[in-house]
Nanobody, 118 residues
Framework: QVQLVESGGGLVQAGGSLRLSCAAS????????MGWFRQAPGKERELVAT????????YYADSVKGRFTISRDNAKNTLFLQMNSLKPEDTAVYYC???????????WGQGTQVTVSS
């Protein structure tokens, strides 16, 4: 059974930074592309970033390009999202998921709340 446990969210002022983590189990993490998604209140869930299985290829949504960095540690089955220069519009619940292209493949975890104050 796949388990995805996100952590690292919190309340931060605009311009601040946070590092999110996603601990994955029940899947062969090292062979999967992984992604971070987010869902803001009243909005649909959107893709933020993806990373290839070996970490050599990444994709970022235009809204976070240059500010967010996705990375992974295959030895620890863990996915990361370093978020810098945070903006109030980054406020959302953030989720991780294995992906095929830009499509999530598994059930969602509980997510981690990120709140950016202006």
């Amino acid at each position: 059974q796949v388990q995805l446990v996100e952590s690292g969210g919190g309340l931060v002022q605009a311009g601040g930074s946070l590092r999110l983590s996603c601990a994955a189990s029940g899947l062969t993490f090292s062979v999967l592309y992984m992604g971070w998604f987010r869902q803001a209140p009243g909005k649909e869930r959107e893709l933020v970033a993806t990373i290839s299985s070996g970490g050599g290829s990444t994709y970022y949504a235009d809204s976070v390009k240059g500010r967010f960095t996705i990375s992974r540690d295959n030895a620890k089955n863990t996915l990361f999202l370093q978020m810098n220069s945070l903006k109030p519009e980054d406020t959302a619940v953030y989720y991780c998921n294995p992906v095929a292209g830009r499509r999530p493949l598994s059930n969602w975890g509980q997510g981690t709340q990120v709140t950016v104050s202006s």
